[in-house]
């Protein structure tokens, strides 16, 4: 079985009105920079197949009980789409484990339709690799963003190509992180844009042996400008009075411990909170007068919310975040 993508006439009516592409278009992750993940156009029947298209030609093994247990826990990029024009992410390469998935090779296609097919432009091999199995358990999501008349697509080490949109070749390989390529830093999510062409983007460094069970190297918030110049600001310094990374947090009882709480006045153990990070697939919202809306999140450091008339508890469990900061980059 492979993953699939059927075209309908819902898509043709995004796709190839060329009269309304510039309010159809979805060009990153939930359309635009606010993320509002809508258009305002009522959408045809999904009664013909106008292309149909393998993408992931691994979906058998990821669902197999050593893998996804018949679950396909797999991210995958939103087609973008603009005009006539359709980019996709397409999967090659080799799949063994979920534990090893960064065996596979992710990459960009451009579409576009001509005389009602989609017909493909051109391919771009990503060297991008998604972070460790081990804290997510879905595959990553690789995801790329169009802006200012190019494709931006992940990289590796935490840099991001910048594609020629027409042909797919490449512009210029940015690396906000010196002149070489960092293994240990990974694009942690979607590429966002704003109305000025900005690119921001989640990055994290993460330790070469165990990374999930010890603290984070680092992790930044990172903004590409148009001239291909680019700003980090470490998560540490956009969430100020955050917990620390060696401040204690509660973390969660012990299961054999169930039902929780294990009494009313229960105190749940502590743990370090861990340096402040992003999450993993979170892209940056950006508002319309230029603030950044992100999720960082300490490890350590979590609310679980109860079930109806239970007291709220901490627990240890990867969380997206107590703090959302605002500021500019």
Known sequence: MFR????????????SLTLYAQSLSWTQWSKDPQHT????????????????????PFVDIEKNPSNGDGDLLVHYQTPLTDGDDVFMEFKSGTYTTMTNWEAQTWNQKRFHWESG???EKWTFQSDWKPVPFGSPSWEPVYHAVLAGGYVYDP????????LDRATGAVIARINPFGNSVDAKIFVAGPLSADNAGNIYYNAIKLANNNPWSVDVINSWLVKIAPDNTAR?????SLTPGA???????????SNRLLPWPPSPNAIPPTADCGTQRPGINI???IAPDDHLCRQPCAPSHALLLPRRGQPRLNAKVERLAAWT?????
């Open 4 to 15: 699939r993508l059927f075209f309908s006439f819902t898509l043709i009516a995004l796709a």
């Open 37 to 56: 993940g809508e258009i305002n156009v009522a959408g045809q029947g999904l009664n013909s197949v106008l292309a149909d298209l393998v993408y992931d």
């Open 117 to 119: 097919q989609l017909v």
């Open 155 to 162: 990289g590796f080490g935490g840099t991001v190509y910048k």
């Open 232 to 236: 980090t600001a470490t998560f540490t």
């Open 243 to 253: 917990p620390a990374a060696k401040d204690q947090c509660n973390v969660g009882f």
């Open 283 to 285: 892209a940056p919202a």
């Open 325 to 329: 900061a605002q500021r500019r980059l």
